[in-house]
């Protein structure tokens, strides 16, 4: 089973948001860890520390993009996030 590591790479440059990245991505790999190892009763608690980090860290995302001048990054700074999710283009027959 593949781990889940952070690299550098990945790093957006916003501290916070790379922390919790981070952060979230350790959470993953304890849970498939612990499913490896056949600890499942130790899932749960885990699932849900995920769960509630995830939710505050797309909500502190969000506000991140809302916040964006619109003049530089258009109008549709986060907008997926109202709309669900992108929509293909329309076809030009």
Request: proline share 9%; with cysteine.
């Amino acid at each position: 089973m593949q781990t889940l590591d952070w690299s550098d790479i990945l790093e957006l440059g916003h501290e916070r948001v790379d922390a919790e990245h981070r952060l979230l991505m350790d959470l993953a790999e304890r849970i498939r860890r612990t499913t490896v190892d056949g600890e499942i009763h130790k899932v749960q608690p885990l699932y849900r520390a995920f769960h509630r980090q995830l939710v505050a860290h797309c909500a502190y995302e969000e506000g991140l993009l809302r916040s964006l001048p619109h003049a530089i990054y258009g109008t549709e700074v986060g907008a997926p996030s109202r709309r669900g999710p992108p929509r293909p283009p329309p076809t030009t027959d």
